[in-house]
């Protein structure tokens, strides 16, 4: 089944404790990238990546770090945690660029205390 | 940047009525997409529509990019369409990211 898989769905941490999210897809895109959403604010881009090993800031890249060494994984990193780091993330890929339909992985939803 | 604007910003039906979702956006886009996102936040895809119209069960759309708009339709509608449905573009010329509308609030009730 073509999918978008992301770990963990749910997290509770503390601050400053670093942490990772993965993301992974099956359907040999080109195109990943990162979204988080809180309420009043929408979906905002966090990073994005076109290919492997080219990784770009979207909109609010502070405080998280990516990687795309392999074509299916693009983690989330975020390197020292604070509060307002506390949202629901969303990974999606498309096959190149943002020519085609864009899928999202089904969520994790981190909170910071 | 582009804007995307959706209306109405929250819907309540009861069920078995049909509802049009709005979304109006200010530039030329090559792509466009429509989501739902259920009551457990999972967004969910309904169409890729750039331009035109699809069908899909209960659920059509259509999209006039020459006036910048695109309709999602929702007939005989029930319980487990309630939730947030969110109209996306990309704007010509652009290939980063998909800008989000707001989004409509959709209440269905038995």
């Known amino acids: 089944e073509a999918q978008v898989t992301q770990n963990p769905r749910y997290l509770i941490t503390v601050t400053g404790k670093k942490l990772t999210v993965t993301c992974s897809q099956n359907?040999?895109?080109?195109?990943m990238s990162w979204y988080r959403q809180d309420p009043g604010l929408g979906l905002r881009q966090i990073y994005y990546?076109?290919?492997?090993?080219?990784?770009d800031k979207g909109d609010v890249p502070e405080g998280y770090k990516v990687s795309r060494k392999e074509k299916r994984n693009f983690p989330l990193i975020l390197e020292s945690p604070s509060p307002n780091q506390t949202s629901l993330y969303f990974c999606?890929?498309?096959?190149?660029?943002?020519?085609?339909?864009?899928?999202f992985g089904e969520g994790s939803r981190l909170t910071v205390l | 940047g582009i804007q995307v604007e959706q209306s109405p910003p929250d819907l309540i039906l009861q069920e078995g009525a049909n509802s049009t979702l709005r979304c109006n956006f200010s530039?030329?886009?090559?792509?466009l997409q429509w989501f739902h996102q259920n009551p457990w936040g999972q967004l969910i895809n309904l169409f890729y529509?750039?331009?035109g119209t699809k069908q899909n069960g209960r659920l059509s759309a259509t999209t006039v990019a020459t006036e910048r708009y695109s309709l999602l339709y929702i007939s005989s509608s029930q319980t487990t369409d309630s939730g947030v449905y969110f109209c996306?573009?990309?704007?010509?010329?652009?290939?980063?990211?998909?800008?989000f509308g707001k989004g409509i609030t959709l209440s269905v009730r038995p």
């Open positions: 999606a890929s498309s096959l190149i660029k943002l020519t085609g339909e864009l899928f």
């Open positions: 359907m040999n895109h080109e195109y």
């Open positions: 990546s076109m290919n492997v090993e080219v990784t």
């Open positions: 530039d030329s886009v090559n792509n």
């Open positions: 529509i750039p331009s």
């Open positions: 996306a573009v990309l704007n010509t010329g652009a290939n980063s990211k998909l800008t």
